[in-house]
């Protein structure tokens, strides 16, 4: 089965950066459309970038010019690098296929704050 394990979280001040990694066993991953999401307590789940197996790439709007999402094919690793953090993008971060993913991962909490 599937098992994505997402890693590189943690707190940092309103401004700071982390880069955060996922790797997935079990399956081809560099064939699918995969992507960043993330979950804040009490809100929905949303994609906040997106990465094509030939490299195209979308984020969010609330994201855009702070977040960068990659990949390494040969190593069935999704990335996002994410500069100028700001208190709401406070959340779990999750990878998964898009847009049927896998089951989730344990995420990687990121916590923004003075």
């Known amino acids: 089965q599937v098992q994505l394990v997402e890693s590189g979280g943690g707190l940092v001040q309103p401004g700071g950066s982390l880069r955060l990694s996922c790797v997935a066993s079990?399956?081809?991953?560099?064939?699918?459309?995969v992507g960043w999401y993330r979950q804040a307590p009490g809100k929905q789940r949303e994609l906040v970038a997106s990465?094509?197996?030939?490299?195209?790439?979308v984020v969010t709007d609330s994201v855009q010019g702070r977040f960068t999402i990659s990949r390494n094919n040969a190593k069935n690793t999704v990335y996002l690098q994410m500069n100028n953090l700001k208190p709401e993008d406070t959340a779990a971060y999750y990878c998964?296929?898009?847009?049927?993913?896998?089951?989730w991962g344990q995420g990687t909490q990121v916590t923004v704050s003075a």
């Open positions: 990465i094509t197996s030939g490299g195209s790439t």
């Open positions: 079990g399956t081809i991953f560099s064939i699918y459309v």
């Open positions: 998964n296929r898009v847009p049927v993913g896998y089951a």
